[in-house]
């Protein structure tokens, strides 16, 4: 691991050490946090993964009707009869703060008119088109509600992701590049001490040798 | 609150039926088509985009784009060949992407 190289002074060790507080401080709030995001998640994408089971099946449903109804009737008059007249339906998007992350929450509201959501005559279209158009107004909520708990799941996925590789750099680099830093710094100083010592050590027995000798040439 | 729609692109049997019920239907036959529709889509006011599956598994990364983005929600859904699956296996790869592992699907 790449060492971080630093003045071996004290000011510096209480430098790295304000850090290290910092680092573990975050580390803690991070991981945490990955831990909410992660149950948030899981029970998402549990529902995601039933409405989607359920959607799915009830969208085969109605492909059914609806192919029925194409082999009933020509393509044009299936074209004609849906396309006319076109209804607008109206999507409202706000958004939600789900653990710091702003996920869409969507409502979609239909302008009511005639007959069962039918917009077209009934002259010429065959009952399987009226099947298939009623079966998939039914559907709209959950195919709504699908879209909003696909994408929030999509959203906490990415920012699990980030938040995990956060909490990994935080643990296994900063942290302890930080630790080794701070030892590497006291080890150095503590050779300094001992090396202080020594010296001054040394330096006495000089002095003190000096001193004898300059006792004994006195009385010789 | 701003108003937005929501769109379906697909090929004409499967989504002809969306006109009905107030979406806005595009009709493509080809995945880059779908690719090119979605794309034009996504910068208009569209907030959900559903998109069927035999096109959608060919054009992953097109769809990858707009994965991190708050909108629009790009979904797939089956077209009229019934359900590829292609949906359930991507809610299982924003689990591995999440947890690092399927947890979810494993049997």
Do not use: W
């Amino acid at each position: 691991m790449a060492e971080i190289q630093v003045n071996p002074t004290r000011m510096e060790m209480k430098k790295l050490q304000g850090r290290l507080a910092t680092a573990r401080r975050g580390h803690k709030l991070l991981k945490d946090k990955r831990d909410e995001l992660m149950k948030q998640f899981l029970d998402i994408v549990r529902a995601n993964k039933e409405l989607r089971e359920s959607v799915e099946a009830r969208l085969a449903a109605v492909h059914d009707s609806m192919s029925l109804a194409a082999a009933l009737s020509s393509r044009k008059m299936l074209e004609e009869a849906l396309i006319l007249p076109k209804r607008e339906g109206v999507l409202e998007v706000s958004s939600q703060n789900r653990m710091s992350v702003e996920v869409p929450v969507f409502r979609f509201t239909l302008p009511e008119n005639g007959a069962a959501g039918c917009n077209y005559g009934f002259a010429f279209t065959s009952g399987e088109l009226d099947d298939a158009v009623v079966s998939l107004s039914a559907l709209l909520p959950d195919l709504v509600r699908l879209a909003e708990l696909e994408k929030t799941a999509q959203m906490l996925a990415e920012e699990i992701e980030k938040t995990r590789r956060r909490v990994n750099a935080l643990e296994y680099i900063m942290i302890p590049r930080y630790q080794s830093g701070i030892r590497s710094i006291k080890m150095k100083l503590d050779e300094n001490e001992r090396g202080n010592a020594v010296r001054l050590m040394k330096v006495k027995d000089m002095a003190l040798a000096r001193e004898r000798e300059a006792a004994r040439r006195r009385q010789a | 609150m701003e108003a937005y729609k929501i769109g379906v692109i697909g090929d004409t049997e499967s989504v002809i039926g969306f006109l009905a019920v107030g979406f806005s239907v595009f009709t493509v036959t080809s995945a880059e088509e779908a690719a090119r529709e979605l794309a034009r889509r996504a910068k208009e006011n569209y907030a959900i985009l559903f998109l069927t599956e035999n096109f959608a598994k060919d054009i992953p990364d097109a769809i990858a784009v707009y994965k991190d983005l708050p909108l629009p929600a790009v979904i797939t859904i089956p077209g009229r060949g019934g359900s590829l699956g292609y949906g359930l296996a991507n809610i299982k790869r924003s689990v591995e992407r999440a947890v690092g592992a399927d947890i979810l699907f494993k049997e």
